[in-house]
Nanobody, 118 residues
Framework: QVRLVESGGGLVQAGGSLRLSCAASGSIFGIDAMGWYRQDPGKQRELVAQITTGGSTNYADSVKGRFTISIDNPKNTVYLQMNSLKPEDTAVYFC????????????WGQGTQVTVSS
């Protein structure tokens, strides 16, 4: 199992920036991608951004051009730089690690609140 510890959430005004960090530990050798998802109360969890260990990225259309995901492989840490934040970005953000082996699956962080005021 992979342990994920997130940091960096908070309250920011519209147009501002935040950077989320997620440090992975434990059985990290099988991870082939890490990413960020977000969830509003009463809504499904949605993908925000994902990066593979090879550096390929994938973004939700709603955040393209504003958010940047990056990974520091030696530190086993993934970052989400969020710029030009909008009130609709308000949600709990969850770090995700996708395991390819020995048992395929997903591990999740505890979540960090991001609130964007108008």
């Amino acid at each position: 199992q992979v342990r994920l510890v997130e940091s960096g959430g908070g309250l920011v005004q519209a147009g501002g920036s935040l950077r989320l960090s997620c440090a992975a530990s434990g059985s990290i050798f099988g991870i082939d991608a890490m990413g960020w998802y977000r969830q509003d109360p009463g809504k499904q969890r949605e993908l925000v951004a994902q990066i593979t260990t090879g550096g390929s990225t994938n973004y939700a259309d709603s955040v393209k051009g504003r958010f940047t995901i990056s990974i520091d492989n030696p530190k086993n840490t993934v970052y989400l730089q969020m710029n030009s934040l909008k009130p609709e970005d308000t949600a709990v953000y969850f770090c995700n690690a996708r395991r390819a082996y020995p048992v395929p699956g997903n591990d999740w962080g505890q979540g960090t609140q991001v609130t964007v005021s108008s």
